[in-house]
């Protein structure tokens, strides 16, 4: 084996299995796209064998597979088709080849070569040629989900820069063909001509299941009209109206429905608990001449009825269903309601727990295609929504259709169940009625709005009143506050003042001590050296200082007896002698 061969054998299998995955697109996987480019003839001869053809269009830059057709095929072998065949709806028909034609257009014009719509522009485009009705949120709504459709099957691909922003892929050039077309449009000629039937616009009923419902018993009784129109006949008793009161149940209100009303029936002689009971005759007691009624089923069972509706133009299913079941000693059965937007089926989603309504309860909670009400207002507001029906009243219409035998006067039923009511002469009478009471409000009024004018001055000179009895209050409180104010800062003052007095007075102590310790020590030296003076003959010192003491005072008193005497020569007038 060469290295040729084996690169062939590492990239083979990669290029097999993108194809087989889907479209491979040069820009893309631009290593993949050369080495499809280089290996074709021998992905050519694998998908052959399983019956597929490869086909590559590199001027647009994409490759794809395409069954091969049976004639096309071996004749000793019977190959399985790999690639299904898609039944394509009237709208994402309609998508694609307007896209197609827009795409012709844009390749027409030369410049960018890919093709980029908005959102807006697509549901512009299909808008031109649908019914939209008045519900233009609700059509809206129908075209996004045929461009998803459309992006599903790789014919649209959304751009990174935004959501709302669409690029139209090449491959729709090799779908949307000559040939596409002119199929298509033989299909729809034949349509117009009458060989072959449009499909019913909106929801019509698909199917009907019900389980222990009347004499319906142990298993699930189905209808299935398809969304066509469907005639349903028996003997009297074989249980056409329970039917017909199963699909009532799940659109009218329980306090609107009058079971049995299908036969002719004026009084309730059904009701919803007999249907779970599933009563189907009286017996009368001997004893006491009373009826009893006779049940098919006890007070531990449940029951079910189920309905799915189809819009096969739109590709939607709806499906309604209730779950009833009784407690002891009541007769009033209780409800579980239900709405999905997927075929449900009481086999497969309604057994399986027993008798424990929780368990169902929490599994159906675990569905993410299911809904579950409690009443019946939440439930018809999310049937109606789903449905596409408006208002209330065209349930109302149902109910009383869908038992009708005969209309006494045709102008009276039209007004009364498809008209809205008209409530003109009671809102006159109202009116007239209420005029006393508005002149009187209107009085009251005037009344009150020139008492809230006088009252205004007044509330005002009461609010600035509570404002300066507030003010005074405030300086009142601060002024019994002041005694206490000044006695706590008088106290902080002579704590501090005290604080200062006991560090001086340890400051002087301080200095008291050194003091009385130099006086002890000056003392010391005082007693050292008189006794040095007395070892140096202080004695004599003390004599001499004693004399001396004795002879300034005889000094001092012959001082004063000079001067006596000079006084007394002065008086005498008598010259000083001289020595």
Same mark, same amino acid.
């Given at each position: ?94 998508? $694609? ?5 827009? $795409?012709?257009?844009?390749? %027409?014009?030369?410049?960018? #070569? ?25 059509a809206e709504e129908q075209i996004l989900r045929h461009i998803a459709k459309a992006e599903e099957l790789g ?42 039937? #449009?499909? &019913? ?27 066509e129109n469907a005639l349903l006949t028996g003997d009297i008793g074989s249980g056409k109206s329970t039917l ?18 299908a036969a002719g029936a004026e009084v309730r002689e059904r009701s919803l608990y007999s249907y779970v009971r599933?009563?189907? /005759?009286?017996?009368? !007691? ?29 590709? *939607?299913?709806? #499906? ?7 407690? +002891? ?11 999905? !937007? ?20 929490? *599994? $159906? /909670?675990?569905? &993410? ?24 009243? %065209? ?31 009671? /809102? ?10 508005? !002149? ?61 007095? +006991? ?21 010391? *030296? ?37 001067? #006596? ?9 008598? !010259?000083?002698?001289?020595?």
């Open positions: 084996m060469n290295a040729l061969e084996v690169a062939q054998g590492n990239e083979l299998p990669s290029i097999l299995v993108a194809l087989l995955k889907g479209v491979v697109y040069r820009e893309q996987a631009s290593q993949l796209w050369r080495d499809l480019l280089n290996l074709q003839g021998s992905a050519r001869d694998h998908l052959r064998l399983l019956g597929l053809e490869l086909i590559i269009d590199e001027a647009e830059g994409y490759a794809y597979l395409r069954q091969i057709e049976p004639d096309a095929a071996t004749e000793d072998e019977d190959v399985p088709r790999l690639i299904p065949r898609r039944q394509l709806s009237y709208p994402l028909s309609l998508l $694609l080849v307007l896209l197609r034609k827009r $795409l012709a257009q844009h390749d %027409a014009q030369g410049g960018e #070569t890919r093709l980029v719509l908005s959102r807006e522009q697509i549901v512009d485009m299909m808008r031109t040629f649908l019914v939209v009705g008045t519900n233009e949120a609700k014919f649209l691909r959304t751009m990174k820069e935004g959501e709302d922003l669409y690029e139209v892929r090449r491959i729709l050039r090799a779908f949307v063909n000559a040939d596409w077309l002119a199929g298509l449009e033989a299909a729809y000629r034949d349509m117009r001509s009458g060989s072959t039937e #449009t499909a &019913p616009l909106g929801f019509r009923l698909a199917r009907l299941e019900v389980f222990n419902w009347g004499t319906f018993h142990a298993r699930v009784w189905r209808i299935e009209p398809g969304g017909v009161d199963a699909l009532t149940t799940l659109l009218v209100p329980p306090r609107k429905i009058t079971y049995n009303k599933g009563e189907y /005759r009286s017996v009368s !007691n001997e004893l006491t001449g009373s009826a009893q009624a006779q049940s098919l089923r006890g007070e531990n069972s449940y029951s079910v009825i189920l309905g799915v509706f189809a819009d096969r133009v739109a590709e *939607r299913n709806v #499906t309604v269903a209730q779950v009833f079941w009784s407690k +002891e000693g009541e007769r009033n059965p209780e409800r579980l309601y239900v709405v999905s !937007n997927d075929r449900l089926t009481i086999t497969e989603d309604f057994t399986g727990f027993g008798q424990d309504i929780q368990r169902l309860r929490k *599994r $159906l /909670r675990g569905d &993410p295609r299911v809904a579950l009400f409690d009443s019946f207002e939440e439930y018809s507001v999310r049937l109606r929504r789903e449905l596409g029906v408006p208002h209330a009243q %065209a349930l109302d219409l149902f109910y009383q259709t869908v038992s009708m035998k005969s209309v006494g006067n045709l102008t009276e039923f039209v007004r009364r169940h498809m008209l809205e009511p008209d409530d003109t002469d009671d /809102r006159i009478r109202a009116l007239i009625g209420n005029f006393e009471n508005l !002149n009187h409000a209107h009085d009251a009024v005037v009344r009150a709005r020139d008492q809230i004018e006088r009252l205004a001055p007044i509330a005002a000179d009461g609010e600035r009143l509570e404002a300066q009895e507030s003010y005074v209050g405030a300086l009142r409180r601060a002024r019994e506050a002041l005694a206490a104010y000044f006695a706590g800062h008088r106290a902080g003052l002579l704590e501090r003042h005290i604080e200062q007095l +006991e560090f001086d007075k340890g400051k002087w102590e301080q200095q008291l001590e050194g003091e009385r310790t130099r006086l002890e020590e000056l003392s010391r *030296r005082r007693a050292e050296l008189q006794a040095a003076i007395e070892r140096q003959g202080g004695g004599r010192i003390r004599e001499i200082d004693a004399t001396i003491a004795q002879k300034e005072i005889e000094r001092g008193r012959q001082r004063k007896m000079t001067r #006596t005497t000079g006084a007394s020569v002065a008086r005498s007038r008598l !010259n000083p002698a001289s020595r």
